[in-house]
T-cell receptor, first 115, second 117 residues
Framework: AQKITQTQPGMFVQEKEAVTLDCTYD???????LFWYKQPSSGEMIFLIY??????QNATEGRYSLNFQKARKSANLVISASQLGDSAMYFC????????????FGAGTRLFVKA | ETGVTQTPRHLVMGMTNKKSLKCEQH?????MYWYKQSAKKPLELMFV???????ENNSVPSRFSPECPNSSHLFLHLHTLQPEDSALYLC????????????????FGPGTRLLVL
């Protein structure tokens, strides 16, 4: 069975500092995709970054980067130069070959950015 | 501005009411999804439509009835709901729905906050 684990219910970071949000996954699929989403208090889920299991390099999108360690089955999100607007829930998600049409989501990490 | 819109944004209904949630995507995608997000629970997939065909029904009670008249519109018809159905209902769309690539990235609407009294 596929599973996503986010072990940090909440995280604090000082403005302008970097922060790492943890995500581990479990799958037997040889091919899969990993996604990170941001959900502000308004409710909308905002897509941040994608990493394919066969991608050789870690994905980057602006201030977001994904620290992908395939052997450890981890896909941590790194946010550099944190801003107050980064305060939100962050969800890690995975989609595998045998998951049918399902993308499974982790429980999320709430990030608080302090001024 | 989001490419996926949802109406209404907030809805209060009694257990005997019938209401519908509407979702529209302006991204030219082929797949659309309904999710339920309850407090302190992971996001739950409800339904998936690919090219207007329902391809996933994730053991959702029959009091929730989806409709996809075309690839841009998705409805969720609600009737005789229970208080435990109160949640944030999120609609999403993706270019494709059958793989694991970036084409399967889902883009979400702002959600409908539903309260069942």
């Amino acid at each position: 069975a596929q599973k996503i684990t986010q072990t940090q219910p909440g995280m604090f970071v000082q403005e302008k500092e970097a922060v790492t949000l943890d995500c581990t996954y479990d799958t037997s699929d040889p091919s899969y995709g990993l996604f990170w989403y941001k959900q502000p208090s308004s409710g909308e889920m905002i897509f941040l970054i994608y990493q394919g299991s066969y991608d050789q390099q870690n994905a980057t999108e602006g201030r977001y980067s994904l620290n992908f360690q395939k052997a450890r089955k981890s896909a941590n999100l790194v946010i550099s130069a944190s801003q107050l607007g980064d305060s939100a829930m962050y969800f890690c998600a995975m989609r595998g070959n045998t998951g049918g049409f399902k993308t499974i989501f982790g429980a999320g990490t709430r990030l608080f950015v302090k001024a | 501005e989001t490419g996926v819109t949802q109406t209404p944004r907030h809805l209060v209904m009694g257990m005997t009411n019938k209401k519908s949630l509407k979702c529209e995507q302006h991204l030219g995608h082929n797949a659309m999804y309904w999710y339920k997000q309850s407090a302190k629970k992971p996001l739950e997939l409800m339904f998936v439509y690919s090219l207007e065909e329902r391809v996933e029904n994730n053991s959702v009670p029959s009091r929730f009835s989806p409709e996809c008249p075309n690839s841009s519109h998705l409805f969720l018809h609600l009737h005789t709901l229970q208080p435990e159905d109160s949640a944030l209902y999120l609609c999403a769309s993706s270019q494709d729905a059958r793989g694991v690539s970036v084409q399967e990235t889902q883009y979400f609407g702002p959600g409908t906050r539903l309260l069942v009294l």
